[in-house]
């Protein structure tokens, strides 16, 4: 695919009855289109003609040809003749034409090259990658069947340009590796890997089975069940000034042998990893007692406001840290086991601690706490130790894990959650008209916000006069007896309960009497009540 250029001096012998030709081209490379000349190149007889065919098509003739290229890998063929014969060159994929986006569905109907839209997404993830331009965007749908079939990487994809691999959710976005292999390199700052699962395979080498991240981001992830037999970084490694991981989830990463199994769910460096849920990331080899750091083994950069639980190893099972500069800043380390003669969660060296909570005091700053301080879903609960304890020196994202606005209290919380107050729920009613005649409607209608937005999924319970309607819905229509009636609503939605202020409706009698010795009461349709 490069030039043909001139052999050095004496390469290689010529044979002057064999003619030698070569293709060259103004321009090898583009993207959505290309405008580019072909010449022949000539290295031992002149051509007498040439004609040329791209993509098996003929194209033209002469000893050079000017082309606009579209998308695609374009093979060129030049047939010459000349005074000792004819020959044909051909250089496969010699001009690349590459597309801005690419998509891909494992269900799409329609594939069509170039991919470039969801309704002509490829079905591979290494025909959607091919064609994608350097600072190019790939888009990737969910897998019709995630569980089952995953889209499969055939290779190992080393991201040099400013690429962005986006994929919807990372529940059902699934990108699994070749086996031996891991899914990406990352070596671009502005490189961006975000909302796929990556389910890793065995791998012998260093530094991540899963993804090897030098520059760029890795962000909305899940990295599960990545295994190593030797090395450093079971699921991913993070390294340099400009590699992040954030908001993702790293779990179920295991180590089968080796002497440097360090770091079995995140190996770090350098650079940071922020807002991450690192879980049930744990060694299974016979010398387990010996590796280091189950959840995160942090050696420059800063770890800072993740969660690290039910990581096991055989020291520092849930963090280990160590190296001048080396920050583990907010972060819950609890329920981690050890499998050797460390504390029960943390390892290494114990200034590098700043603001976590843990089960022994570590550190500066640090919450301690013989109870886990989150809920099943590692959010904060109400009266969690963890609420405004954190740093905001190591405040490095304004969202949290799950998405949410941080910080929301005096400061920081620790932890990948921050906690936020359960919203309330409210409620209105309204009655239109408020006054009628007998026979005529009154429509009664409920209004409910939860945090100040607009809800209408919520269950409606509606009384008038104290006696409960068999109604639920949002708007009742009521004709109603001569007389003053109370309408009550209650809005029930998500285990919380609203009660509305109470609304009076007039319903006038077609009869109205004036006596002087009445005590006047509404409607006023008797002697006894009236005006």
């Keep these: 695919g490069s030039p043909c250029i001139d052999p050095p001096a004496g390469a290689f012998p010529f044979d002057a009855t064999v003619p030698s030709f070569g293709i060259a081209a103004g321009a090898y490379e583009g993207v959505e289109s290309l405008e580019t000349t072909l010449s022949l190149v000539s290295y031992s007889a002149t051509a007498l003609s040439v004609s040329w065919a791209v993509d098996g098509v003929d194209a033209g003739s002469g000893e050079s040809l000017d082309m606009t290229f579209g998308p695609g890998f374009h093979t060129i063929v030049a047939t010459v003749t000349s005074s000792v014969g004819t020959v044909t060159v051909t250089e496969p994929e ?14 799409c109907a329609t594939p069509t090259f170039p991919y470039a839209t969801k309704e002509t997404a490829a079905k591979t ?52 590796a070749k086996n031996g292999c891991r899914l990406f390199n990352l070596l671009n700052k502005d490189a961006v890997v975000a909302g796929v699962k990556m389910i890793g395979s065995s791998s012998e080498a260093y530094y991540g089975a899963g993804a090897y991240v030098a520059a760029g981001t890795v962000s909305n992830c899940w990295i599960y069940g990545c295994s190593i037999s030797s090395g450093m970084g079971g699921s991913i490694w993070i390294g340099g000034a400009d590699a992040r991981l954030t908001r993702s989830m790293v779990s179920g990463a295991t180590s089968t042998g080796g002497s440097f199994n360090n770091g079995l769910g995140v190996y770090q460096t350098g650079g940071l990893v922020d807002n991450c849920l690192l879980i049930d990331n744990k060694a299974t080899a016979s010398n387990k007692s010996g590796f280091k750091g189950g959840g995160a083994y942090v050696s420059g950069g800063t770890l800072a406001n993740c969660t690290v639980v039910g990581n096991a190893c055989g020291v520092g099972p849930g963090v280990y840290a160590t190296g001048n500069g080396t920050v583990v800043a907010n972060t819950i380390i609890f329920g981690n086991t050890k499998q050797g003669t460390s504390d029960d969660n943390w390892g290494g060296t114990e200034s590098c601690f700043v603001n976590c909570c843990t089960l022994n005091t570590v550190g500066t700053g640090c919450v301690p706490v013989d109870a886990a ?43 990948a959650s921050e906690y936020r107050p359960a919203a309330s729920l409210s409620a209105t009613v309204t009655c239109n008209p408020t006054a009628v005649v007998v ?9 409910a916000e939860e945090g100040g937005a607009p809800v209408t999924d919520g269950v409606c319970r509606w009384r008038i006069d104290g006696e409960e309607l068999p109604f639920t819905g949002y708007v009742i229509t009521n004709t109603l007896s001569a007389g003053l009636h109370h309408v009550e609503l209650s809005v029930t939605r998500g285990g919380k309960t609203a009660d509305a202020v109470p609304v009076d409706a007039k319903v006038y009698s077609q009869v109205l009497c004036v006596e002087t010795n009445a005590v006047p009461t509404f409607p006023y349709d008797t002697a006894a009540t009236a005006l």
């Design 94 to 107: 010699l001009v690349k034409v590459y597309v801005s986006e690419t998509y891909l569905d494992d269900d």
């Design 439 to 447: 026979g005529q409607e009154i429509v009664s209608t409920a209004s």
């Design 125 to 176: 993830f290494d025909e959607a990658y091919k064609y994608l331009a350097p600072n190019g965007t790939l888009h990737i749908a969910p897998c019709a069947n995630p569980s089952k079939t995953p889209y499969a990487l055939t290779a190992e994809y080393t991201i040099t340009g400013a690429q962005k691999i986006l994929g919807e959710d990372f529940t059902n976005t699934v990108l699994k």
């Design 373 to 415: 301080p989150y809920e099943a879903d590692f959010t904060l609960a109400q009266g969690s130790p963890c609420i405004d304890k954190g740093s905001d020196d190591y405040l490095k994202s304004t969202v949290d894990y799950f998405g949410e606005e941080r910080p929301l209290g005096n400061c920081v919380d620790i932890g």
